[in-house]
């Protein structure tokens, strides 16, 4: 199987089969080349939010092409090559916590469950890479918090999240929001916000199958990026 394939159609695995809808739209591990959507991902994400009232983390152009280059986005694609939907995926404190953020689908290609197939793929990729990080979230979406909860997702308060800085700055400020609903953050302390905290402890889920199954070269490139991250983890601890 190849990266232009789609990886949710028909997979066959020793854990079980996964079936997803032949509809033409593949879900696939983003690399380099697909920089060319990143300016239509961008304009997406920001016309839903407002769409919607609430809040998403605004991204760079640069941000984006980076996670693509780096094997750390999903992206849906149709028959005619065209943008579907995305999400991209962060790590923090030192890998510990990872998160599956920005997930987006075009209205047009509602109906055809992207948002769930687009959330397996990440969530499958997450595991391999980091397979004993904590995948957590933070969304105002009824629908996300229901594929969340399919993959084993659990509501938590916000102490339970990652509290590294950075992952907050994505947040943005009163004086510099790059979400609409940062000032009741501010206001809070970052005890809460609009948004609902999620956590997907590994520890709680052990010998449990993957959603999907990953094209054999994705699956090696994750499987080597997680041995090289225990390596550096084992190296620090006798530094």
Not at 19 to 31: K, S, Y
């Amino acid at each position: 199987m190849t990266n232009s394939e789609t990886t949710e159609k028909h997979n066959h695995t020793s854990q079980g089969v996964s079936t997803e809808p032949d509809d033409g739209i593949r879900v696939v591990v983003a690399d380099a080349s697909h920089e060319k959507y990143v300016d239509t991902i961008l304009q997406t994400i920001t016309e839903s939010a407002k769409v919607r009232g609430s809040g998403i983390a605004s991204r760079t152009h640069e941000y984006l092409a980076k996670k693509m280059a780096e094997r750390k986005a999903i992206i849906a694609l149709d028959q005619n090559d065209e943008f579907a939907g995305f999400c991209y995926i962060e790590s923090w404190e030192d890998k510990h916590y990872v998160a599956n953020s920005g997930l987006i689908v075009l209205p047009k290609y509602r109906g055809h469950h992207l948002a769930t197939r687009i959330k397996k793929v990440a969530f499958t990729l997450s595991r391999l890479r980091w397979p004993n990080a904590k995948l957590f979230g933070l969304t105002s979406q009824i629908a996300v918090m229901r594929i969340n909860t399919m993959l084993g997702y659990v509501p938590v308060t916000f102490a339970q999240l990652t509290q590294d800085d950075a992952y907050w700055a994505g947040c943005g400020t009163p004086e510099q929001p790059r979400c609409v609903n940062c000032d009741v953050l501010a206001r809070t302390g970052r005890k809460y916000c609009v948004c609902t905290a999620m956590l997907y402890d590994p520890a709680q889920h052990v010998g449990e199958p993957l959603p999907v199954q990953l094209p054999d070269d994705i699956v090696k490139m994750a499987q080597e990026a997680a041995r090289k991250t225990s390596d550096n983890a084992r190296t620090k601890k006798l530094m």
